[in-house]
């Protein structure tokens, strides 16, 4: 009997040994507004019915919650994230994403061959440009509203007597850098660059204020730059580490 009992817990364990593990690690930036998916994982070949379980664990600054099925659908966040079964594998989505939605991403996923296991930290850009006056000499004013970490701002082209400063509103941080606009000056337009950094490089958005001789509000554009690391798409900059077991 107990020789029974313990040829049975081997071959479990040797079943449980055989199985694929695999963990990523990611950051990855997003555009405020757009609608994200968050893939665990590049598991293509995992069917729906292969599942044994799924769940995303979020940890943003103001609550945590978790979405998955194991086995029933299981939903503590509300707020518009749900599980997507679709041709590139299940993924999260999060609907027009915004700063709110800053925070670590834990996805746990079991299925009949394997597990996986996907960590992300996920950012927001936000960065906006107006036109004001202050001390009866106009002004040009970049901000950029940040949760996790702060970007760095600059403009291009450089001007002098800039001043960046920080305040906290609420349950998140604003960063404002200013510039003083001479009478003189003879450019048109100035382009606030709001610099993202990881551990595999930098990423760039910009906003890109029309000058105007009064104190209205014209910004042209906004726009993403990669500098450096990996890029999956143009709404977001992603660094992966894999790690593979088995």
């Not at 036109?131 to 009866?136: A, P």
């Not at 999956?232 to 593979?244: A, H, L, P």
Request: contains cysteine.
């Amino acid at each position: 009997m107990a020789n029974s009992w313990t040829l049975t817990v081997l071959v479990l364990l040797s079943i449980f040994i055989a199985r694929s593990q695999t963990r990523v690690s990611q950051e990855q930036i997003f555009i405020s507004g757009s609608d994200v998916t968050l893939r665990c994982g590049n598991l293509t070949s995992v069917k729906w019915n292969e599942l044994i379980y799924i769940i995303w664990n979020i940890s943003l600054q103001d609550k945590k919650c978790r979405v998955g099925v194991s086995p029933k659908l299981d939903d503590t966040c509300n707020d518009g994230k749900k599980l997507e079964n679709t041709a590139d594998g299940v993924s999260l989505f999060i609907p027009k994403i915004s700063i709110e939605d800053e925070g670590l991403y834990f996805c746990d996923l079991s299925y009949k061959g394997g597990s996986y296991a996907l960590n992300v930290s996920v950012s927001v850009t936000n960065v906006s440009t107006k036109q004001d006056s202050e001390n009866n000499q106009r002004i040009a004013v970049c901000n950029s509203k940040y949760k996790m970490k702060a970007p760095t701002l600059h403009w291009e082209p450089a001007v002098n007597l800039s001043s960046s400063s920080v305040k906290k509103l609420d349950r998140f941080f604003m960063l404002e850098n200013k510039v003083y606009l001479p009478e003189n000056l003879n450019i048109s337009e100035l382009t606030c660059v709001a610099t993202y950094t990881s551990k595999s490089g930098s990423v760039q958005h910009k906003s890109t204020l029309l000058l105007t001789g009064e104190h209205t509000v014209h910004e042209k554009e906004m726009r993403i730059d990669f500098i450096s690391g990996s890029v999956e798409n143009s709404c977001f900059f992603s660094y992966t580490c894999i790690y593979v077991y088995g």
